[in-house]
Each structure stands twice: as structure tokens, then as C-alpha cells.
């Protein structure tokens, strides 16, 4: 990138899963990490990256660290602020961003209730601050592919769409944050809301939704987008894998439009660099384009099952129900 000066960044969760995507993107994209936090201390990948940032496992002592330097005007106050932190956290650590004077990079979901978007983007008006997201699909080779194929086709044709996605996770799941729905939100929320949006990207925001399972590992429904027909399965169980994966891989993920598969399930390694571009150069994903997916999932999270579906089913959740 053409910059006269690397940006300052932070980071909060750094021994996070998420965490070292972020490094490598600031890292690629000729910047500088200054200050990160983690309650827990098994953080020694930042040694790869950035040795020399400030590390704290307290929030208060980040927090004043990060208003600290602000002050002191030497050159180490912090641009952007990037958050991999557990998602009921998120907002929180995007008003710490706005008070310190730096935008913030959060991963998803950039909020679990969809009335704190509000609130964020207030905070953006107030600070002169800008709050971004990573919905790093958008810019995946083989799903950029896919919406310039849509785009030379018929505008009005209604898609059959089928989007599974089975990441198999241990014992410890449940135990961690992630395993919480007042923390994580819950699968959809958790694992689902990048597919989410990517399909509303694709085929326009969502105009029925019906919920057909909802189980701690298991999610599936239906969704009638403008120009898709949507059956969708989301899953945290082993047994669920197709019995062919190859080299004995814990996730699945497929999408189908109109009986075709969109292959997908490699280059996701440079995506979050590929974001990190666009958001430094102004053209990243802020809020409102994170508004739709963050509604639905809510809405999902909170609707009953439906008892006499309207919509297509997902071969998989017409299976369990059978049982």
C-alpha cells in the first residue's frame, strides 16, 4: 500500500482462534501493533508478528494504556483498533476504540442485538470515528465469480439455493464462550452469519424466514431472498460430515445454486489481508452493510420452530426429523 506512515493498531482477544488472521493482515499490509490484551497469557504467536507490542491481560490497564499514549502525542497513539474478543464484548471495545480516537476493525458479529447498531453509528458521528467489519466472503475469488455470473443473468429468475455448513467442534465448545447464546449469540449467530450474508450479497435481504431445527449443535431453515429460494443447515456435529471428505477434515461447507456447486472451501487464507486493503483505503464494510445478517440471525435466535414449514427443506433436516 502507498502510505507515507504504517497505522497504529491494538488488538483485543489475542489468544484467540481469530486472532492470528488479524496479525498477518496488519503484518501484510505494513503496519504496526502497539498494545493488545487477552485475559488468558498462552499468547506467544504475537512473537511472530509484533514482539514488541505492549501486552496486558487486564482491560483497565489496556484501556488506560491506549488513552495513555493518545495523550502523550509520540507517535504511538493507535489508528485502528481491532477486536477478535468474544462477540457479547464486541460493541464494548468498539466505544473503547471511539474514545481513544481510532476506528475500529471488528470481527463478526460486529454487534448480537441489532438496536446496538444504532448506538455505534451515533458514536460514529460523535468521534468522527469509523466503525468496520470483516465479511471477508464478499471478497472470495469464487464468490466474487458467482455475483458477476447472477449479474448477466436473468434479473427476475428466483434460485435454488442450498447452503450447508458442518464445522465439527470438541467437548471444550461448550465450555468456552462460544458455547454461551447470551456470549456467542448461538450457531446461527456464530457460525452461520458470514453465509448469511454472503447469500443476502448474492440474492438481496431476507423476505420470509422459517426456522425448521434448533438444537445446541444443530440450525436449519428456509429463506426467501428477491432472487433465492433458500434451504440452509448449520452444524457443530462429527456425525453430520459427509462420509467422503477428504483428508480426514472437520468442516464442510457447500453452497448450491440451482443444483451446482460452488467450490469454495479453499482460499480463505489471504481474505482478511484482502479486507484489511479495502478498509485502509476507505472502502471496507461498515455498519450498514452488517445490518442485515445481524437482524436475521436475531430473528432466528428468537423465533419458534415452525411447525408446518411453507419452505424448502434441507435434505439433512428432513433426515433428523424423520427419526
Known amino acids: 500500500m502507498n502510505k507515507e506512515q504504517p497505522s497504529n493498531f491494538a488488538l483485543t482477544g489475542l489468544a484467540g482462534y481469530i486472532a492470528p488472521r488479524h496479525l498477518q493482515a496488519i503484518k501484510d499490509t505494513g503496519n504496526r501493533l502497539v498494545a493488545a490484551v487477552d485475559p488468558h497469557d498462552s499468547v506467544g504467536i504475537i512473537d511472530?508478528?509484533?514482539p514488541k507490542a505492549s501486552f496486558f491481560t487486564e482491560f483497565?490497564?489496556?484501556?488506560?494504556?491506549?488513552?495513555?499514549?493518545?495523550?502523550?502525542?509520540?507517535?504511538?497513539?493507535?489508528?485502528?483498533?481491532?477486536?477478535?474478543?468474544?462477540?457479547?464484548?464486541?460493541?464494548?471495545h468498539v466505544r473503547l476504540a471511539m474514545r481513544v480516537e481510532a476506528d475500529a476493525i471488528c470481527e463478526k458479529p460486529l454487534v448480537l442485538n441489532p438496536w446496538n447498531l444504532d448506538i455505534l453509528q451515533e458514536l460514529e458521528h460523535e468521534f468522527n470515528q469509523r466503525v468496520w467489519t470483516i465479511l471477508q466472503l464478499r471478497v472470495h475469488p469464487s464468490l466474487l465469480e458467482l455475483k458477476k455470473k447472477l449479474s448477466q443473468s436473468k434479473q427476475d429468475k428466483k434460485h435454488k439455493v442450498r447452503l450447508t455448513y458442518i464445522t465439527s467442534r470438541g467437548l471444550w465448545y461448550h465450555y468456552s464462550w462460544k458455547g454461551d447464546e447470551q456470549k456467542s449469540g448461538g450457531i446461527a449467530t456464530n457460525i452461520g452469519i458470514h453465509f448469511f450474508d454472503a447469500l443476502f450479497w448474492l440474492f438481496g435481504k431476507a423476505e420470509q424466514s422459517e426456522v425448521h431445527i434448533k438444537e445446541k449443535n444443530r440450525m436449519g431453515g428456509f429463506l426467501e431472498l428477491p432472487n433465492a429460494d433458500v434451504e440452509w443447515y448449520l452444524s457443530l456435529e462429527e456425525q453430520d460430515l459427509p462420509q467422503k471428505i477428504e483428508n480426514g477434515a472437520r468442516t464442510h461447507r457447500s453452497i448450491t445454486v440451482d443444483g451446482d456447486e460452488i467450490e469454495f472451501s479453499g482460499g480463505f487464507r489471504d481474505l482478511h489481508t484482502k479486507v484489511y486493503?479495502?478498509?485502509?483505503?476507505g472502502n471496507g464494510f461498515g455498519i450498514d452493510a452488517s445490518r442485515p445478517s445481524i437482524e436475521l440471525v436475531y430473528n432466528l435466535r428468537n423465533a419458534p420452530v415452525t411447525d408446518n414449514?411453507?419452505?424448502?427443506?434441507?435434505?439433512?433436516?428432513?433426515?433428523?426429523?424423520k427419526k
Open 309 to 321: 414449514p411453507k419452505g424448502l427443506m434441507h435434505p439433512s433436516v428432513r433426515a433428523i426429523l
Open 48 to 50: 511472530s508478528y509484533f
Open 277 to 281: 486493503e479495502d478498509t485502509l483505503s
Open 60 to 92: 483497565e490497564r489496556f484501556d488506560r494504556h491506549l488513552e495513555k499514549i493518545r495523550r502523550d502525542r509520540n507517535g504511538d497513539a493507535i489508528d485502528y483498533l481491532t477486536i477478535c474478543s468474544p462477540n457479547n464484548l464486541h460493541d464494548a
